[in-house]
């Protein structure tokens, strides 16, 4: 995210796949550099993904996910519009507020 913060009205929720994932982020000061932009940084675990917990869509508000499924329903609410992106793609978005090519940040 080249230490530009999060875009104003954009939640962004980091979730790290792994333990393994997670601490490789501590050690390289991701975890601080994401909280740093407003991101919230949750433990490693399947949270929104599955539509279990934190980070939940209500309806009608819009995602870009880089998780590896979509289906209707899986982040929250039915009503709800979940859009599959890159890590990259995810983070220059995050920046701009709208879906971005991360080459043009």
Excluded: H, W
């Excluded at 980091?14 to 994401?34: D, Q, T, W």
């Excluded at 009608?60 to 890590?87: D, H, K, M």
């Amino acid at each position: 995210m080249k230490g530009e913060p999060v875009a104003k009205g954009v939640r962004m929720i980091v979730v790290p796949a792994s333990r393994i994932e997670y601490m490789k982020a501590l050690r390289a000061g991701l975890v601080e550099k994401f909280m740093e932009a407003g991101a919230m940084v949750e433990s490693a675990c399947c949270g929104p993904c599955m539509g279990g917990s934190f980070g939940l869509l209500g309806a009608g508000e819009r995602c870009l996910a880089t998780s590896n499924r979509n289906f209707v329903g899986r982040q929250g609410s039915p009503q709800a519009y979940v859009y599959l992106a890159s890590p990259a793609t995810a983070g220059a978005s995050a920046i701009t507020g709208y879906i971005t090519d991360p080459r043009e940040v």
